[in-house]
C-alpha cells in the first residue's frame, strides 16, 4: 500500500494551496480516504475525511475554508485550501481508512509540509 502526497509548500496569508495524494495497493472505493495534519509541538488532528458513501467531516478549524474530494478512477483525494491562516501551517498526511468486522486497515502517506506566512 502506498499513499503519495503532492502539492505541499508555502502559501501566503488568505491565499491558496491544493494537496493531492495518489493511492496504490487499496480498494480505493471502499475506504474512507482524509488529510491530517499535526503542527510542531501538537498532536495529529483531523482536517477533512470523505466516506466512500459520500459522508464529509471537517475539522472545526477549517470548516468552510478547506474542500475535500476523491476521484475513484484516478484513486485520488484532493485537498483544496482556501483563505489560509498562519495557523493552518504544518505537515498534512493523506489517510486511508477502511473497517470490516473482523479488522481494521489504517494507512497513511510519508506528510507533506504546507508552511503559511504571513
Known amino acids: 500500500v502506498q499513499l503519495q502526497a503532492f502539492g505541499g509548500g508555502l502559501a501566503q496569508a488568505g491565499g491558496f494551496l491544493r494537496l493531492s495524494c495518489a493511492a496504490s495497493?487499496?480498494?480505493?472505493?471502499?475506504?474512507?480516504m482524509g488529510w491530517y495534519r499535526q503542527a510542531p509541538g501538537k498532536e495529529r488532528e483531523l482536517v477533512a475525511s470523505?466516506?466512500?458513501?459520500?459522508?464529509?467531516n471537517y475539522g472545526d478549524n477549517v470548516k468552510g475554508r478547506f474542500t475535500i474530494s476523491t476521484d475513484n478512477t484516478k484513486k485520488t483525494v484532493t485537498l483544496e485550501m482556501n483563505s489560509q491562516k498562519v495557523e493552518d501551517t504544518a505537515i498534512y498526511f493523506c489517510?486511508?481508512?477502511?473497517?470490516?468486522?473482523?479488522?481494521?486497515?489504517?494507512?497513511w502517506g510519508q506528510g507533506t509540509l504546507v508552511t503559511v506566512s504571513s
Open positions: 489517510n486511508a481508512f477502511q473497517r470490516s468486522a473482523t479488522r481494521s486497515y489504517n494507512y
Open positions: 495497493g487499496i480498494d480505493f472505493s471502499n475506504y474512507r
Open positions: 470523505l466516506t466512500n458513501r459520500g459522508f464529509f
